[in-house]
Structure formats: structure tokens, C-alpha cells
């Protein structure tokens, strides 16, 4: 696709339940990002992948974030055992090239709105 | 670890100019970059200094200092659709850092 799709748009669960939220990036992009943001903050980085291996999961909170990216092209963020303070928006961005150091941009989806009630 | 410091809101007329600070703490820095962010919509780039010295595109620009850890986006001829949150991120290793982000308020 022309951008960084992020499907679902809105997702509304229970504490205690598992999400998985979906990334489909740039095609031909190597770099794959995962952010959270919460309301009135920037975004908070969680994982970079390159390729099909998680170069950079230091900012996953605990272990019941997990990401995977078994082809190198869509990504799955996967949130177990939900808490209500797990609500944000999950932002996906990917990049061209590995490092975003080297143009600083990243091409972000639309996210998606994760409520847990 | 990394921290980034911005004003939290910034108000300001149509045709005005404003400039949005940022300060930032970092280890392996690259470079700083801006974002913007309309309500509900996703962050898009500005632009990235890597180097010191200002940065011109269109009707904005961007500066940077690394030695004072330092910079700033300035924003000319400010227009009602200028109205968002602005972001400045520094790359540090592998990703993005985001600072907390500046809501700008322009009236006509």
C-alpha cells in the first residue's frame, strides 16, 4: 500500500484478555517501529525490528508485550493479559533504511485505539 | 538515559511567527527531528538536523546546536492549519526518542 496500514482502528476489551494489533508497512521497507501513546504524551518506543528479527525490544514494558515479524513485511504487537492501563494508541512506523538516524524519518500508520475496560 | 524538554503549549495569530525549544539528554546522539501531529491523526516528519545550523523548508525551519544539546523549529506565516502538537525526537542507537510534545494554538 501507498502508507502504513494499522488495523484494528479501535479496539475496545476486558482486563485480562488478549489483543493483537496488526502492522502492514511501506512496502520494500526494512524497518518496522512500534510506539505507544498515551493522551497528551509523545510517543514511547517499544520495539525495532530489522528484517524479521527484533534488533531493539528495550522499551517493551513487561513480558506480557510481545511483537513478531516472521517475514520481515507485517508486524503483530501482541498484549497479554490485558490492564487498564495498557489503554493508548499503538502507533507503527517503518523506515527505509535501519537506522533512523540517518534522515530522522519515520513513516507512522494511523494507530490503533486500544481501550481495556 | 534519554530526556527531551519542550514548552507543553504555545499560542499564537495567524501570519505570527513562533519558535518551539527543545533541550535534550542523550547518549549516542545522531541527530533531532521534528514531528507533527493533528488530533487523531498519526505523526509525520518535518524535518531532521544532524548537523549544527538551520534547516529551511518552506515555512519552516529547524536549528540545532549539539553542543548546547539544543534546538528549536520555527514556524513563519502561521496559518489556522498550523494548529497541532509538535514533537522534537532525537535519535539515539536505533530509534526514535519523542519529547512530550508542544500543542500549538493558532487564532485568527
Known amino acids: 500500500g501507498a502508507g502504513v496500514s494499522q488495523t484494528p482502528s479501535n479496539k475496545v476489551t476486558e482486563k485480562g484478555k488478549y489483543v493483537e494489533l496488526r502492522c502492514d508497512p511501506i512496502s520494500g521497507h526494512t524497518a518496522l517501529y512500534w510506539y505507544r501513546q498515551s493522551l497528551g504524551q509523545g510517543p514511547e518506543f517499544l520495539i525495532y525490528?530489522?528484517?524479521?528479527?527484533?534488533?531493539?525490544d528495550s522499551g517493551l514494558p513487561n513480558d506480557r508485550f510481545f511483537a513478531v515479524r516472521p517475514e520481515g513485511s507485517v508486524s503483530t504487537l501482541k498484549i497479554q493479559r490485558t490492564e487498564r492501563g495498557d489503554s493508548a494508541v499503538y502507533l507503527c512506523a517503518s523506515s527505509s533504511d535501519g537506522l533512523a538516524g540517518s534522515t530522522g524519518e519515520l513513516f507512522f500508520g494511523e494507530g490503533s485505539r486500544l481501550t481495556v475496560l | 538515559g534519554q530526556s527531551l524538554e519542550q514548552p507543553s503549549e504555545v499560542t499564537a495569530v495567524e501570519g505570527a511567527i513562533v519558535q518551539i525549544n527543545c533541550t535534550y539528554q542523550?547518549?549516542?546522539?545522531?541527530?533531532l527531528s521534528w514531528y507533527q501531529q493533528h488530533d487523531g491523526g498519526a505523526p509525520t516528519f518535518l524535518s531532521y538536523n544532524a548537523l549544527d545550523g538551520l534547516e529551511e523548508t518552506g515555512r519552516f525551519s529547524s536549528f540545532l546546536s549539539r553542543s548546547d544539546s539544543y534546538g528549536y523549529l520555527l514556524l513563519q506565516e502561521l496559518q489556522m492549519k498550523d494548529s497541532a502538537s509538535y514533537f522534537c525526537a532525537v535519535t539515539s542507537g536505533t530509534a526514535l526518542i519523542f519529547g512530550k510534545g508542544t500543542t500549538l494554538s493558532v487564532s485568527s
Open positions: 525490528f530489522q528484517g524479521t528479527g527484533a534488533a531493539d
Open positions: 542523550t547518549s549516542g546522539f545522531y541527530g
